[in-house]
C-alpha cells in the first residue's frame, strides 16, 4: 500500500520568506503525484502535479515541486510567500495504472503567513 | 460551471440516525471517490467508484455505504451514525488516465452528538 509522510505539520513563516514544504511517498512503482491546497472554509484546489518528464514542475501561484524519484520526494517551494498563502497543504499520490482507488493523502501541513 | 457538488453543507445528526449526503458531478468523469477530512489526519479514502454500477471499499469502509446508479451521482450513505463519525467529507471526481487532477466538492461538515 501507499504511504504519503509530510514532515511538517505546522509551518509559521513571515511574508517574503522562502517556503519549503517536504513529502516523501513509499511507493515501488511509478506514481503520479500532486499537491493540494485548502484555503480557510474552502474545498481543496490543486496547486501543480507531477506524471511524467521534467521533475521540475510548475504550478499556481509561483508555487513549484520536484520530483526526485531516488529520495522518493515530492518537496513544495515558494520563493517568496505570501499573506494569502495561509492555508492546509496536502501531498497526494496515487499509482500511474491510474489509479481508480483514488489518491493517497499525507496528513497536511498548516501554513500560517505571519503578516 | 458546477463541477462536484455536495449537499448539504452542514449536518448535524443524533447517534443512531441514517442520512444520506449527496454528490453530483457535471464533468462526465468516470471516477468518483468520498474522503473523510479529521484533524491531523489528512483526508482518507472511504469508498470510491469507477463507473455506473462498480464500487469499492477504500481505507475505511465500516460504517458507509455507497452506489454508482448514473454516471454523474455517487451518494454516501451512514447506516446508523456514531459519534466517531463527525468529520468533514469531500466527495471528487476525475476523468480516467494518468496524472488526472480530481476536482473535489465543497464539503460535507458532520456532527454526529
Known amino acids: 500500500a501507499q504511504s504519503v509522510s509530510q514532515h511538517n505539520h505546522h509551518v509559521i513563516l513571515s511574508e517574503a520568506a522562502s517556503l519549503e514544504l517536504g513529502c516523501n511517498y513509499s511507493?515501488?512503482?511509478?506514481?503520479?503525484l500532486f499537491w493540494y491546497v485548502q484555503y480557510p472554509g474552502q474545498h481543496l484546489q490543486l496547486l501543480l502535479k507531477?506524471?511524467?518528464?521534467?521533475?521540475l514542475v510548475k504550478g499556481i501561484k509561483g508555487f513549484e515541486a520536484e520530483f526526485i524519484k531516488s529520495k522518493f520526494s515530492f518537496n513544495l517551494r515558494k520563493p517568496s510567500v505570501q499573506w494569502s498563502d495561509t492555508a492546509e497543504y496536502f501531498c497526494?499520490?496515487?499509482?500511474?495504472?491510474?489509479?481508480?482507488?483514488?489518491?493517497?493523502f499525507g496528513k497536511g501541513t498548516h501554513l500560517i503567513i505571519q503578516p | 460551471n458546477a463541477g462536484v457538488t455536495q449537499t448539504p453543507k452542514f449536518q448535524v445528526l443524533k447517534t443512531g440516525q441514517s442520512m444520506t449526503l449527496q454528490c453530483a458531478q457535471d464533468?462526465?468523469?468516470?471516477?468518483m471517490s468520498w474522503y473523510r477530512q479529521d484533524p491531523g489526519m489528512g483526508l482518507r479514502l472511504i469508498h470510491y467508484?469507477?463507473?455506473?454500477?462498480?464500487?469499492d471499499q477504500g481505507e475505511v469502509p465500516n460504517g458507509y455505504n455507497v452506489s454508482r446508479s448514473t454516471t454523474e451521482d455517487f451518494p454516501l450513505r451512514l447506516l446508523s451514525a456514531a459519534p466517531s463519525q463527525t468529520s468533514v467529507y469531500f466527495c471528487?471526481?476525475?476523468?480516467?488516465?494518468?496524472?488526472?487532477?480530481?476536482?473535489f466538492g465543497q464539503g460535507t461538515r458532520l456532527t454526529v452528538v
Open positions: 471528487a471526481s476525475r476523468n480516467r488516465g494518468l496524472g488526472t487532477e480530481a476536482f
Open positions: 467508484s469507477v463507473g455506473a454500477g462498480i464500487t
Open positions: 464533468m462526465n468523469h468516470e471516477y
Open positions: 497526494a499520490v496515487n499509482d500511474s495504472g491510474g489509479g481508480a482507488d483514488g489518491l493517497t
Open positions: 507531477y506524471f511524467s518528464g521534467d521533475p
Open positions: 511507493y515501488g512503482g511509478t506514481v503520479n
